[in-house]
């Protein structure tokens, strides 16, 4: 059987989605492969159509034990003989399932690294003495401090190739930038894998951010045209998941709430509520979503600032898996980025409190964007698009623009004369001419000192912030982020290149000015 012939028969779908068919290629020709798919894209396909077609069985690894009953029963209702193991199971369960296992009647076996692994790794040394003939792990990017959902126990599959050295592993992720990307290859161990990267653009979903003010107000404003849909509000804490919940019902809404503190009768119950649509509303921290596949969420809220955009991303692409118009609406406020700032110190590891905040800054960068905001996401994800999408909330608004050439030439030659060595505060103090003991007196000599006396701090702020957004700075993150030009730098330095600022009265509605972060 050819894996289309497969795909028609098994699955019931006539053509592949994205890359599937090169992907499922590779696993055939037993190579390793990371994939790399939006949500709703297709991933599980990707082994599952291999682990029909040869001849052993597939080991998935999965994180989410809820995920994989579901998987298995789809599976099972198609035809293909899976199944799972999870401690819930009795001894007798566990038997009769291994012995299923030793006649090679089984497919695909799914469970979690840790019990791989665990009890002194007695089910991988039985599972290896089975045909296996294919690896595959979900959510691959949990097993990286880098990804946003780092899991130990992932980290306990660095021995996978210690004990399948020559069975293809296949990595599947929605969500990885170039460092998870590479930490994932690394762990693994992978042999010379084949990467593949599906367009990460979700061009039914339109992107928006909004100043918070009053958000349960802007709230009821947004959910007024929405009573009949279905949603998911995402909350930074547990508290307030629970507070929004009640209010939204006092309102007459139907909404329960979702975070990992609830117990699991009271999680599976709203959950499942919320997949039949007897629950219109999921007010949740982020533990709620992976692995939900719920087709008609309408839109998904982001009451507070999230810690990066792969987080981000990936809970705004839990709206509109079926195709149709969605929302994701994001309310900003850059006290929730001070807020998180201080949470993004972690105790005794400089780098990775390094990461962390580059990733918030980063954050922070896509609010205060005064650029296509799908552009800059999939820019993020190193996808190239068009400049403007015509959808997101900024392609929507006319902005009045004016020619501020000469003060970007006058930003770029203060952080070149300063050597790129300094960060936005000291930049605008140097502009601004201040009589400030902190300029250095060789740098109160340089030609360009006081040159942007005419302009306001705040302002000053808002243009160094439009010039990265535009890419003709860049800041180089850490504890204290310093200003640095960029390949693009040069040509407005030179006159060779115009740049339009946005009219200072269309800014104020949109965005908060704030102290550079
Ligand atoms: P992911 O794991 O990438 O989030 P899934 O594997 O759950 O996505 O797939 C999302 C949906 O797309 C599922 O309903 C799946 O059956 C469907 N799907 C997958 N591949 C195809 C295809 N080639 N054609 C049509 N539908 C597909
Ligand atoms: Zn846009």
Same mark, same amino acid.
């Given at each position: 059987m050819t894996p289309i012939q497969a795909l028609q028969k098994y699955f019931g779908y006539s053509e592949f989605r994205h890359q599937q068919g090169a992907i499922i290629q590779h696993v055939l020709d037993k190579k390793d492969v990371l994939a790399l798919m939006p949500t709703g894209g %297709?991933?599980?396909?990707?082994?599952?159509?291999?682990?029909?077609?040869? @001849?052993?069985? *597939? /080991?998935? /690894?999965?994180?989410? /034990? &809820? $995920?994989?009953?579901d998987q298995v029963d789809s599976l099972n209702v198609n035809g293909i003989p899976a199944a799972f193991l999870n401690s &819930? #199971?009795?001894? @007798?369960? #566990? #038997? +009769?399932?291994? %012995?299923?296992?030793r006649n090679n009647e089984i497919k695909l076996l799914y469970l979690a690294p840790e019990r791989l692994f665990g009890s002194e790794n007695k089910l991988v040394e039985f599972l290896k003495s089975l045909p296996v003939v294919q690896i595959a792990i979900d959510e691959a990017h949990c097993i990286s401090h880098w990804g946003h959902d780092f899991r130990p126990e992932y980290l306990m599959l660095a021995g996978l190739k210690d004990y399948f050295p020559n069975i293809p592993v296949i990595a599947l992720t929605a969500t990885a930038d170039k460092l998870t990307q590479k930490d994932i290859l690394e762990k693994l161990n992978l042999k010379n894998p084949a990467i593949f990267i599906s367009s990460f653009n979700r061009e039914n979903i339109n992107y928006t951010v909004a100043p918070k003010k009053n958000s349960f107000n802007q709230l009821l404003d947004f959910l007024e045209e929405r009573k009949e849909e279905s949603g998911i509000i995402y909350c930074l804490s547990r508290k307030s998941t629970e507070a929004l919940a009640a209010d939204l019902k006092e309102e007459g809404y139907s909404a329960e709430a979702y975070h990992a503190g609830l117990n699991n009768a009271i999680k599976a119950r709203n959950q499942e509520a919320f997949l039949r649509d007897d629950v219109k509303i999921i007010v949740a921290t982020i533990a709620f979503g992976m692995g939900i596949n719920k087709s008609n969420v309408r839109y998904v809220v982001h009451m507070d600032l999230p810690k990066n955009i792969e987080g981000y991303y990936q809970e *705004?692409? +839990?709206? %509109? +898996?079926d195709g149709l118009p969605s929302d994701a609406i994001l309310y900003y406020s850059p006290g929730d980025a001070m807020k998180l700032k201080g949470f993004a110190k972690v105790e005794d590891n400089e780098e990775q409190s390094r990461i962390m905040l580059k990733k918030l800054d980063d954050m922070v960068n896509y609010c205060q964007l005064q650029t296509c905001r799908r552009h800059f996401l999939l820019k993020y994800f190193d996808e190239e698009s068009d400049a403007t999408c015509g959808s997101c909330d900024v392609c929507l608004t006319e902005f009045e623009r004016f020619d501020g050439t000469l003060i970007a030439q006058k930003a770029l030659s203060a952080v070149y +004369?300063?050597?790129e060595r300094f960060g936005s505060n000291y930049v605008i103090d140097f502009l601004r001419g201040s009589k400030s003991e902190k300029i250095r007196e060789e740098h109160k000599q340089l030609k360009t000192y006081g040159v942007g006396a005419d302009i306001s701090k705040p302002d000053w702020q808002r243009y160094l912030r439009e010039l990265s957004a535009m890419g003709y700075l860049q800041v180089d993150g850490g504890e204290y982020p310093v200003l640095k030009l960029t390949h693009q730098s040069e040509a407005v330095l030179?006159? $060779?290149?115009?740049?339009?600022? /946005?009219?200072?009265? *269309?800014v104020e509605e949109k965005h908060t000015t704030v102290e550079a972060l």
């Amino acid at each position: 059987m050819t894996p289309i012939q497969a795909l028609q028969k098994y699955f019931g779908y006539s053509e592949f989605r994205h890359q599937q068919g090169a992907i499922i290629q590779h696993v055939l020709d037993k190579k390793d492969v990371l994939a790399l798919m939006p949500t709703g894209g %297709g991933k599980s396909l990707c082994y599952q159509l291999p682990a029909v077609l040869l @001849d052993g069985l *597939t /080991i998935v /690894i999965s994180p989410l /034990i &809820a $995920l994989m009953k579901d998987q298995v029963d789809s599976l099972n209702v198609n035809g293909i003989p899976a199944a799972f193991l999870n401690s &819930a #199971q009795n001894p @007798d369960e #566990q #038997q +009769r399932l291994m %012995g299923k296992l030793r006649n090679n009647e089984i497919k695909l076996l799914y469970l979690a690294p840790e019990r791989l692994f665990g009890s002194e790794n007695k089910l991988v040394e039985f599972l290896k003495s089975l045909p296996v003939v294919q690896i595959a792990i979900d959510e691959a990017h949990c097993i990286s401090h880098w990804g946003h959902d780092f899991r130990p126990e992932y980290l306990m599959l660095a021995g996978l190739k210690d004990y399948f050295p020559n069975i293809p592993v296949i990595a599947l992720t929605a969500t990885a930038d170039k460092l998870t990307q590479k930490d994932i290859l690394e762990k693994l161990n992978l042999k010379n894998p084949a990467i593949f990267i599906s367009s990460f653009n979700r061009e039914n979903i339109n992107y928006t951010v909004a100043p918070k003010k009053n958000s349960f107000n802007q709230l009821l404003d947004f959910l007024e045209e929405r009573k009949e849909e279905s949603g998911i509000i995402y909350c930074l804490s547990r508290k307030s998941t629970e507070a929004l919940a009640a209010d939204l019902k006092e309102e007459g809404y139907s909404a329960e709430a979702y975070h990992a503190g609830l117990n699991n009768a009271i999680k599976a119950r709203n959950q499942e509520a919320f997949l039949r649509d007897d629950v219109k509303i999921i007010v949740a921290t982020i533990a709620f979503g992976m692995g939900i596949n719920k087709s008609n969420v309408r839109y998904v809220v982001h009451m507070d600032l999230p810690k990066n955009i792969e987080g981000y991303y990936q809970e *705004t692409g +839990r709206a %509109g +898996r079926d195709g149709l118009p969605s929302d994701a609406i994001l309310y900003y406020s850059p006290g929730d980025a001070m807020k998180l700032k201080g949470f993004a110190k972690v105790e005794d590891n400089e780098e990775q409190s390094r990461i962390m905040l580059k990733k918030l800054d980063d954050m922070v960068n896509y609010c205060q964007l005064q650029t296509c905001r799908r552009h800059f996401l999939l820019k993020y994800f190193d996808e190239e698009s068009d400049a403007t999408c015509g959808s997101c909330d900024v392609c929507l608004t006319e902005f009045e623009r004016f020619d501020g050439t000469l003060i970007a030439q006058k930003a770029l030659s203060a952080v070149y +004369r300063l050597k790129e060595r300094f960060g936005s505060n000291y930049v605008i103090d140097f502009l601004r001419g201040s009589k400030s003991e902190k300029i250095r007196e060789e740098h109160k000599q340089l030609k360009t000192y006081g040159v942007g006396a005419d302009i306001s701090k705040p302002d000053w702020q808002r243009y160094l912030r439009e010039l990265s957004a535009m890419g003709y700075l860049q800041v180089d993150g850490g504890e204290y982020p310093v200003l640095k030009l960029t390949h693009q730098s040069e040509a407005v330095l030179k006159g $060779l290149q115009k740049v339009e600022f /946005i009219a200072a009265e *269309t800014v104020e509605e949109k965005h908060t000015t704030v102290e550079a972060l």
